[in-house]
């Protein structure tokens, strides 16, 4: 198992603070003999715009020298988990975590945001030191 995001716990406190229950930390999932791991696996019941909903995060810090090499193997984890999903838990919608700061200089990039669209990636965005989600994008 890899270890975990340095901001882990900020996006696992966030997600509950806007009503989510982690069910997984991490979330196992085996297919055709192949283990993974994703960061968290939450559900939230209740709360009507997002009822019945169950969410796998993949939770990155995106502080290492290369934005690009982290978004690629971002993208490649979440392609991976993409379709592990699909097989063993279609009903979860798979999300990528990025803290702020990278979110408005590098998400924002015209050549990020189109791959962003191409590969129908859905992020979350949130705030490391306030411990908050800051935004969907789907």
Request: proline content about 3%; charged content about 25%; hydrophobic content about 45%.
């Amino acid at each position: 198992m890899a270890a975990r995001d340095i901001f882990h716990d900020a996006v696992r406190k966030g997600l509950e603070k806007e009503g989510w229950v982690i069910t997984d930390d991490p979330l196992e999932i085996e297919v055709g003999g192949v283990e993974m791991y994703i960061d968290l696996g939450a559900e939230r019941i209740l709360v009507a715009e997002k009822a019945g909903d169950k969410i796998a995060v993949e939770i990155k810090s995106f502080l290492g020298a290369s934005n690009i090499y982290e978004f690629h193997t971002a993208l490649g984890q979440c392609f991976n988990y993409k379709i592990a999903l699909e097989i063993q838990e279609p009903e979860r919608v798979l999300y990528l975590a990025v803290p702020l700061g990278t979110y408005t200089s590098f998400f924002a990039l015209q050549f990020i945001q189109i791959v962003i669209q191409r590969s129908q990636l859905k992020l979350i965005v949130y705030d490391p030191v306030n411990e908050v989600i800051v935004e969907w994008k789907n």
